[in-house]
């Protein structure tokens, strides 16, 4: 392989392109026509697609609401992992959550230096360390669960009940090992 063909396969896939038809004339054809007349109807059969989209504009609204504490989707997910599972070990995070282990690394040291953590010897593995949450660890991350449930009830307010208890069931069936 080239070095060309060999950086092309590597790079990130880019989204799908959006392709408009042909405006009928510029002065008839508002833009929101022409954003409806795109055929999205294949990819809206893919499962990725759907749930790209979903997780969208899921994590568009968690990005907004979790503002206040300092809290990307990540963060929220390893501090509630700590505040569920006192004394959990970064390896078991990792797994949990699908993290490489460097990429951990920089999360626990900043939860750690924002005061929201607290590593102590673990009780059974003296090469690893428990984490905890600190008193504000614990009121930041009951506020954000707090936050996170109404959001993701708004969220999901066209969706009743049993249909959003089917939805996460599914989705979880496709990612779970």
Sequence with gaps: MSETTVANTL??????RKVASPPKSPKTVPDDEAVNA???????????????RAALAVIGVFLERMAPFGLR???????????????????QICA??????????GMVRSLDQ???????PHPSDRRAQGLHLSP???KLQKNAQ??????EADVASRLSAKELDTLKSLLHRVYAR
């Excluded at 390893?78 to 959990?88: D, E, K, Q, S, Y």
């Excluded at 707090?146 to 959001?151: D, Y």
């Design 73 to 91: 989707p990540v963060d929220f997910s390893v501090l509630t992992l700590i505040a569920h599972n006192p004394g959990i070990t970064s390896r």
């Design 146 to 151: 707090s936050t996170a449930t109404q959001l």
């Design 11 to 16: 790079r990130r896939p880019r989204g799908p």
């Design 38 to 52: 795109i055929d999205t109807s294949y990819l809206e059969t893919l499962l990725g697609y759907n749930a790209r």
């Design 136 to 138: 504000s660890g614990k």
């Design 114 to 120: 924002r005061g929201l953590i607290e590593r102590r």
């Design 96 to 105: 949990a959550l699908d993290i490489l282990p460097p990429n951990l690394v």
